[in-house]
């Protein structure tokens, strides 16, 4: 049974670089055709799609957070990591890893991929990161 488990720092003053991890347990992040994700829910806000990181080593971000995202992966320890730049307060939000047996491209948007939890297979529990001096 495929894991997923997210871990960070809890709270990151503005301006600060965040970087979570998320530690995959119970099948390789190389299995083809797995692609693994970060996603992102703000109060009161719909989940947010934020990028993704392939069994290749292919990454995908979202056009909106493209400028301040990038996600690596280290397959000696079956882990990838979310890092994110500049935030500020608006980078409020429970963040979650997933994984998807395939790529969950929205159809004809701008390469965002969907923020539907069924397109997932396999979620972490989140991690609620707080942006704040």
């Known amino acids: 049974q495929v894991q997923l488990q997210e871990s960070g720092p809890g709270l990151v003053k503005p301006s600060q670089t965040l970087s979570l991890t998320c530690t995959v347990s119970g099948g390789s992040i190389r299995t083809g055709y797995y692609y693994w994700s970060w996603l992102r829910q703000s109060s009161g806000k719909e989940l947010e799609w934020m990028g993704a990181i392939g069994y290749g080593g292919s990454t995908y971000y979202s056009p909106s957070l493209k400028s301040r995202t990038s996600i690596s992966r280290d397959t000696s320890k079956n882990q990838f990591t979310l890092h994110l730049t500049s935030v500020t307060p608006e980078d409020t939000a429970e963040y979650y890893c997933?994984?998807?047996?395939?790529?969950?491209?929205?159809?004809?948007?701008?390469?965002?991929?969907?923020?539907?939890?069924?397109?997932?297979?396999?979620w972490g529990q989140g991690i609620q990161v707080t942006v704040s001096s």
């Open positions: 997933a994984g998807s047996d395939g790529v969950t491209v929205v159809p004809g948007g701008d390469g965002t991929w969907s923020n539907r939890p069924e397109e997932y297979r396999y």
